[in-house]
């Protein structure tokens, strides 16, 4: 099987490409990403000399490039958006641009060359807070970050291909990812790498907003089974095995390092930040999956891989547009 990958030089991308080339020696991957600031080719830097791999620099909503790259291709598996919660709200501009009008060039292409499944990657942040119980695939979208609103348009907009041209695609909700190769402005590996450098981390707010939290490998074979066995124009979430609130998972990381409380600093909240998420998955566990990675152990691991990775991060968190976003998100907050 030959996919096409979008945004593979990402977080949860770049972790997917290495499970599916290790998972099918016969599979091919082509990786379509960018290269924004978040996109960083030392995520793949063990597949440069593989032969299944291969990297095009360019944007999903660039109608030419994304049109060679669809070519021979038997599926999608879309990551590429920009997904950032805090950078939605300062500027909303770029969201809209990637995640709705490249996802939309995306589904032209995949119409022209016929493409056999499409696997649209999306997010729980698409239904709002949840006060009680567990949010299905069927519940009303209620986005409440640009972020959230720009993901809730691109599944709606699947959605329509799917029903009007019969386009085999199915999306997926997952829940927050955490594991190695995370960019270091997310909270898990800010906190971590913070913390790794005795620098105060930034909590929001009375800290008490639950998330649910999914290990990166746990979201990458689930992608995998939806692309072989999910239905076509089905939704299905994908959520971790743990849930905690922020303050408590602090703890907990703060706990395993060793750090003081004093290196936790309460800062107001952001707008509009959703007070808890919680996913029912029920309809991915019928088609065999369930989270496979104890969570004590992968965030032990997940530690473990900052602290001797920092050949990767450090250079990341010096770039002149890394600083610029913390001074401007955090810099006069107390």
């Given at each position: 099987m030959k996919i096409l990958v979008t945004g593979g030089l990402g977080f949860i991308g770049s972790n997917f490409i290495r499970y599916?080339?290790?998972?099918?020696?016969?599979?091919?991957?082509?990786?379509?990403d960018k290269q924004t600031y978040s996109g960083n080719p030392a995520n793949l830097r063990d597949l440069a000399e593989e032969r299944r791999y291969r990297w095009v620099k360019a944007d999903i909503a660039d109608a030419d490039a994304v049109d060679k790259c669809m070519r021979g291709t038997d599926a999608v598996v879309h990551f590429a958006a920009e997904s950032h919660?805090?950078?939605?709200?300062?500027?909303a501009a770029p969201f809209l641009q990637t995640n709705v009008i490249g996802t939309q060039v995306l589904l032209d292409a995949a119409l022209r060359h016929e493409v056999g499944r499409f696997v649209h990657v999306s997010t729980d942040e698409v239904y709002g807070s949840v006060a009680k119980g567990h949010s299905t695939e069927k519940?009303?979208?209620?986005?409440?970050?640009?972020?959230?609103?720009s993901k809730a348009a691109s599944d709606l907009l699947v959605r329509s291909y799917i029903v009007t041209h019969k386009l085999p695609a199915v999306v997926t909700r997952a829940s927050n990812n955490f594991g190695p190769y995370q960019y270091p402005e997310k909270a898990m590996p800010l906190l971590i790498t913070n913390l790794l450098?005795?620098?105060?981390?930034p909590l929001y707010g009375d800290g008490l907003n639950v998330r649910d939290w999914l290990y990166v490998l746990d979201h990458a074979r689930a992608i995998d089974v939806v692309l072989r066995h999910g239905q076509v124009g089905e939704i299905y979430n994908v959520g971790g095995s743990f849930s905690c609130n922020n303050r408590e998972l602090v703890r907990r990381i703060r706990t395993l390092m060793g750090k003081p409380e004093s290196l936790i600093k309460r800062v107001p909240d952001r707008p509009g930040h959703d007070r808890r998420y919680a996913l029912d998955c029920s309809k991915l566990r019928r088609l065999g999956w369930r989270p496979e990675t104890d969570f004590r152990r992968a965030l032990a691991d997940t530690i473990g891989w900052y602290r001797t990775h920092e050949s990767w991060w450090r250079p990341l968190k010096r770039k002149l547009g890394f600083k610029t976003y913390y001074k401007k998100q955090y810099a006069g907050r107390s």
């Amino acid at each position: 099987m030959k996919i096409l990958v979008t945004g593979g030089l990402g977080f949860i991308g770049s972790n997917f490409i290495r499970y599916f080339l290790r998972r099918y020696p016969r599979g091919a991957v082509v990786n379509l990403d960018k290269q924004t600031y978040s996109g960083n080719p030392a995520n793949l830097r063990d597949l440069a000399e593989e032969r299944r791999y291969r990297w095009v620099k360019a944007d999903i909503a660039d109608a030419d490039a994304v049109d060679k790259c669809m070519r021979g291709t038997d599926a999608v598996v879309h990551f590429a958006a920009e997904s950032h919660v805090d950078r939605s709200i300062l500027d909303a501009a770029p969201f809209l641009q990637t995640n709705v009008i490249g996802t939309q060039v995306l589904l032209d292409a995949a119409l022209r060359h016929e493409v056999g499944r499409f696997v649209h990657v999306s997010t729980d942040e698409v239904y709002g807070s949840v006060a009680k119980g567990h949010s299905t695939e069927k519940d009303p979208l209620l986005p409440n970050s640009p972020y959230a609103a720009s993901k809730a348009a691109s599944d709606l907009l699947v959605r329509s291909y799917i029903v009007t041209h019969k386009l085999p695609a199915v999306v997926t909700r997952a829940s927050n990812n955490f594991g190695p190769y995370q960019y270091p402005e997310k909270a898990m590996p800010l906190l971590i790498t913070n913390l790794l450098d005795d620098i105060p981390f930034p909590l929001y707010g009375d800290g008490l907003n639950v998330r649910d939290w999914l290990y990166v490998l746990d979201h990458a074979r689930a992608i995998d089974v939806v692309l072989r066995h999910g239905q076509v124009g089905e939704i299905y979430n994908v959520g971790g095995s743990f849930s905690c609130n922020n303050r408590e998972l602090v703890r907990r990381i703060r706990t395993l390092m060793g750090k003081p409380e004093s290196l936790i600093k309460r800062v107001p909240d952001r707008p509009g930040h959703d007070r808890r998420y919680a996913l029912d998955c029920s309809k991915l566990r019928r088609l065999g999956w369930r989270p496979e990675t104890d969570f004590r152990r992968a965030l032990a691991d997940t530690i473990g891989w900052y602290r001797t990775h920092e050949s990767w991060w450090r250079p990341l968190k010096r770039k002149l547009g890394f600083k610029t976003y913390y001074k401007k998100q955090y810099a006069g907050r107390s």
